[in-house]
């Protein structure tokens, strides 16, 4: 079962009129989606990727991380290497303050799977700023309540479940998955950037595809369980799909109230979901026997869960469809069409734009990487443009056509954003926009050049539209 069946959405109870509807709210709304998969009965009934996005693509998932973090734990619980009640300080000996402050004293694994290690609010800042040990800063950082007392999402909860895995079984988490949980789940790509002491985030960090996410929650709807093999205990993945500490009173959207598992969020409508930062989500729809997945730059994320409810869950109906076959099989064979041409939106260019090339340098960078772009050169070409960006002394070129993007590479700079995928083209007389979509985030950077002519000055911004999360 490592490799999820195919089925048409009609043959599972799945309206297609519905998914064409939720396709169209997401445009409506503006909503920028990278990818989606829905399952139901464990087989994938539609699925999709917005161009330059592609199914292939390992992608940043932000705080979906968490939630294979927890199913490392769990596994580790399985084999007896720790339990959820184990002192962290009793995992940690060689970390923890001496002597051993009172919270320490009370501070728990299942604490930390559950954001309940009594901190009020997140602590990584703090913790990064006092030193190069986030882990043993955050054991010394004292919490205002007990642990188990409140809910406060918090990186170095996450952060601190990484370095407990390492300390136990000598590998990174990435490392230790592979074994137990890729392999037999058919996840052949997954990258977990670390700190700079080695350990994985844990809290963010792990790049797979969409696929992977969408196995993950059907791994957590299956209780743990995938084929004739038990890969996670199913009480511990019950305890990441049940409310551990209350949290209405942090949360304002409604979605962000419902209470919190191990490493999950509760939902409305009985669900549960991984959830990462700008809409990348693991939906799991215990009553339904579905799940969705789906990636983005959307952060308004209340919004997009909203959307999936109303036109999502109502596509979910009995086996058998009513109507008649001949227009159901329809309503799949242009879902199919639809899925195989979404694209995000890429740059309109008017025209050719002048005849000679253009050299500039930035006249505004919003933030450290869009600062290393030293000079963008802007050179005509039969049917669209060449960008050639240098960043520190390297030249990065880029035969665009108009209307369409290119694939390239922005490699060697100690980025985790290699892959990526330019549109551009001149807007007018005297405006050239570029759209460098980084095919491993959900980000995109953005040029903006603008050159009025002889004896002006030229003037170019740089920055990404939403700038990604970093440790």
Not at 73 to 93: C, K, Q, Y
Not at 233 to 256: E, H, K, Y
Not at 315 to 343: E, I, K, T, W, Y
Request: aromatic letters at 6%; one cysteine or more; a negative charge.
């Amino acid at each position: 079962m490592a490799q999820l069946s195919r089925s048409a959405p009609s043959e599972l109870g799945v309206d297609a009129g519905r998914v064409i509807g939720f396709l169209d709210a997401v445009g409506a709304a503006g909503l920028d989606f990278h990818s989606l998969m829905i399952l139901r009965h464990g087989t994938v009934v539609a699925e999709g990727w917005w161009a330059p996005y592609r199914r292939d693509d390992i992608q940043l998932l932000y705080s979906v991380s968490k939630t294979f973090l927890a199913m490392a734990v769990g596994i580790a619980v399985g084999e007896g290497r720790l339990s959820t009640d184990d002192l962290v300080a009793d995992l940690l000996p060689d970390l923890v303050p001496q002597p051993v402050p009172d919270h320490l004293r009370q501070l728990r694994v299942r604490h930390l799977l559950a954001m309940a290690s009594g901190h009020r609010a997140e602590t990584l800042a703090r913790i990064v700023a006092m030193g190069p040990d986030p882990v043993r800063n955050f054991l010394a950082l004292a919490p205002e309540d007990p642990p188990g007392s409140v809910f406060a999402y918090n990186q170095g909860n996450s952060l601190t479940l990484s370095h407990i895995i390492t300390a136990l079984t000598g590998q990174r988490v990435v490392e230790y998955l592979r074994p137990r949980l890729f392999d037999p789940l058919g996840i052949d790509r997954a990258e977990w950037l670390a700190t700079p002491n080695g350990i994985d985030q844990g809290f963010s960090g792990l790049h797979v595809t969409t696929e992977s996410v969408a196995k993950l929650g059907q791994l957590v709807l299956q209780d743990g369980r995938w084929g004739e093999t038990q890969l996670v205990p199913a009480d511990f993945v019950a305890d990441c799909r049940l409310p551990q500490v209350g949290n209405s009173r942090q949360q304002t959207n409604p979605d962000w109230r419902q209470g919190y598992g191990y490493q999950m969020w509760m939902c409305r409508h009985g669900a549960q979901r991984a959830d990462g930062a700008f809409g990348q989500f693991a939906i799991v729809l215990p009553d339904l026997d579905a799940v969705i997945a789906c990636t983005g730059q959307v952060p308004d994320m209340q919004r997009q869960l909203d959307l999936i409810w109303a036109h999502l869950l109502p596509a979910f109906r009995d086996d058998r469809l009513p109507g008649a076959p001949v227009d159901q099989q329809l309503a799949d064979r242009q879902l199919a069409g639809r899925l195989s041409r979404l694209s995000v939106a890429g740059v309109t260019a008017s025209g050719p734009g002048p005849a000679e090339p253009l050299e500039l340098s930035p006249t505004s960078a919003e933030d450290p990487f869009s600062r290393r772009i030293e000079r963008v050169r802007i050179e005509p070409l039969p049917g669209g443009s060449r960008l050639v960006l240098t960043i520190r002394g390297e030249g990065f070129a880029f035969d665009v056509p108009r209307g369409r993007f290119a694939d390239g590479v922005l490699a060697g700079l100690d980025s985790p954003f290699p892959e990526v995928s330019v549109s551009a083209g001149w807007v007018s007389g005297e405006e050239y926009h570029a759209e460098i979509v980084s095919r491993r985030t959900p980000h995109r950077l953005r040029l903006r050049a603008r050159h009025r002519g002889p004896g002006s000055q030229p003037e170019l911004s740089v920055g990404w539209l939403t700038p990604p999360l970093a440790l």
